[in-house]
């Protein structure tokens, strides 16, 4: 009895949502209109990859330090401070900063502020376990607890 041979999946190049000149004009804006990109943007630019110099721009406006964003992100110091500008961090990473992205324009928004927001984020609070909101963002489910928690405080529920 012969065995029919599978044919292997070939795969078809699939024209970008966004062209690379729009990606980068999208990345420029990252703490900007992130709340305004629909998703269609949003996994083109993480399909593409966040450069170190995007980065460096999301870690100067969030004034986190390498080490908690090590932690947010999944990968080591090394690695964060290895990277030269225009090389990219790949998709996990690309998407895991922009999800950041969007809770620091989401908070700022709410707070009216960024130095109230970065205060809040700092420090413990009841509703984060007495934990403070920036120790959950290491993982997907304290990302939505953050933004939750967020979305409560913008209603005027008390957090």
């Known amino acids: 009895m012969q065995v029919a041979k599978k044919k292997p999946l070939v795969k078809k190049r699939v024209k970008p949502i966004v062209t690379e000149k729009e990606r980068k004009s999208l990345v420029r804006d990252i703490m900007g ?3 305004k990109w629909d998703v269609n943007k949003k996994i083109s630019v993480i399909e593409a990859g966040i450069s170190k110099a995007e980065f460096e ?7 986190l330090d390498y080490e ?4 947010i992100l999944g990968v080591t110091k090394a690695t964060l401070h290895n990277k ?3 090389e990219k961090f ?7 900063l922009l999800l950041l992205a969007e809770i620091y324009v989401f908070g700022c928004e709410v707070f009216g502020d960024k130095e109230r927001f970065k205060h809040w984020i700092a420090n ?6 007495g934990k403070a909101p920036v120790e959950l963002l290491n993982t997907n489910y304290g990302m939505e ?3 939750n ?3 409560r405080i913008s209603w005027g529920i008390i957090s």
């Open 57 to 63: 721009k999301v870690k100067k406006e969030t004034g």
């Open 68 to 71: 908690v964003l090590s932690r």
């Open 124 to 129: 413990p609070i009841r509703s984060a376990g």
């Open 145 to 147: 607890e953050v933004k």
């Open 84 to 86: 030269k500008g225009k």
């Open 33 to 35: 209109n992130i709340e």
């Open 90 to 96: 790949n998709a996990v990473v690309s998407e895991r």
């Open 149 to 151: 928690i967020i979305g």
